[in-house]
């Protein structure tokens, strides 16, 4: 089953901002990452349910939260109750067939994301969602299962590299959405291997060219079911006149819409690429079909004047002149090679075998 079939049938009934998790069931601890930090210092350390912390109006600096899980609905509550954020929020948050967005509430700016793994050969591109909270000076992130795929933006911080500890929770919030994105060029890539290996295989035409081609239509169909809401979003974050966002940051999230707008165009380039290895394929099959309707041809056409003559002398008369004939089988013999040769050497000049 597709991704983005995953059934909604838990949630029936139930009243908005009930938090049910949506999606694949994980197993495992939900780690969870606290960074506070400004231009002189930071501390990290993580946190379970027990002791995930208040914030804390006093202190100085942005805190990122960075939660690894969602089967954990406790910590969930927890940090809806911690931090200014709405029940809607939360909700969508453990909803993980949803589409790439950004939201304006009253506290905050939400925005979720899909987060796109690299495809074996044959199989479907996996996918988990990735979510953001940003606040005046928090910014909360959440992501399905696995390593921490924003380790890069937690290196720049703890090395001071670039401007990162200089700016605000919408830079980071910028950081973190650019690591994203920049995980579908990787995919992007192993797409366009694929499908140069299909191109070669597709000289000799195979029930396992034609699986790699159909799975090839659903990791792009896959991708361009997020990569068009992805488009969408990063135009609204650079336009929309949010308090969340300062101007110094908008720059730079032109530059993640440009990059969605590429990730876009590759995206339809692969998507009518597949619908032509597909016809290829077809076309393919069709020619070998051809040529093995046309070796059959030839093999009946030479056989029928060979079956005539063998027919003739094979007719139960009683009197045939060439059946006292000394050399009258040698002679047929000879007429059918002959006649056999003939056509064969015709059927060659005329390039057909």
């Known amino acids: 089953m597709l991704p983005f079939t995953r059934k909604h049938s838990e949630k029936a009934g139930l009243p908005p901002g009930a938090l049910i998790h949506v999606g694949e069931r994980k197993t495992g601890p939900v780690t969870v990452k606290i960074m506070t930090y400004d231009e002189t210092r930071f501390e990290e350390r993580e946190a379970g349910k027990a002791d995930l912390p208040l914030p804390l109006p006093e202190q100085a600096g942005i805190t990122w939260i960075h939660v690894i899980g969602l089967h954990d609905l ?16 939360l909700e969508d948050i ?43 000076d928090f910014v909360i992130s959440f992501q399905e299962s696995g390593t921490d795929i924003f380790s890069p933006v937690r290196k720049r911080i703890v ?51 034609l699986q790699d081609i159909c799975a090839l239509k659903r990791n792009v169909l896959l991708l361009r ?29 032109r530059d993640l819409y440009d990059h969605a707008v590429q990730i876009a165009d590759t995206v339809e ?24 309707m046309k070796v059959l041809t030839v093999i009946s056409t030479t056989f029928i004047p060979l079956s005539f003559i063998a027919g003739v002398y094979g007719m139960n008369f009683k009197y045939m002149p060439e059946l006292e004939f000394k050399w009258g089988y040698a002679l047929v013999w000879g007429v059918i090679l002959g006649v056999g040769g003939t056509m064969l050497i015709f059927f060659k000049r005329k390039k057909w075998l």
């Open 225 to 253: 079911k997020s990569v068009l809401p992805l488009r969408d979003l990063t135009y609204r974050l650079e336009k929309d006149d949010s308090e969340f966002i300062k101007d110094t940051t908008r720059i730079y999230l």
């Open 269 to 292: 380039t692969f998507r009518e690429m597949a619908s032509g290895l597909l016809d290829l394929y077809h076309s393919g099959v069709s020619n070998r079909m051809n040529e093995v």
């Open 94 to 136: 453990l909803n993980t067939a949803q589409r790439p967005k950004a939201e304006v509430y009253e506290d905050c700016l939400f925005v979720v994301l899909k987060r796109f793994h690299n495809p074996k050969d044959g199989e479907d591109i996996s996918v988990e969602q990735v979510s953001l909270v940003v606040g005046e």
């Open 159 to 209: 090395n001071r590299m670039g401007r990162i500890r200089k700016r605000g929770c919408d830079y980071l919030a910028y950081a973190l959405i650019d690591t994203v994105i920049d995980y579908h060029f990787s995919v992007m890539e192993a797409l366009e291997e694929n499908i140069e290996a299909i191109e070669e295989n597709l000289a000799d035409p195979s029930m396992t060219v």
């Open 74 to 89: 406790g910590i969930i509550e927890k940090i809806g109750a911690c931090y200014p954020v709405h029940p809607l929020i």
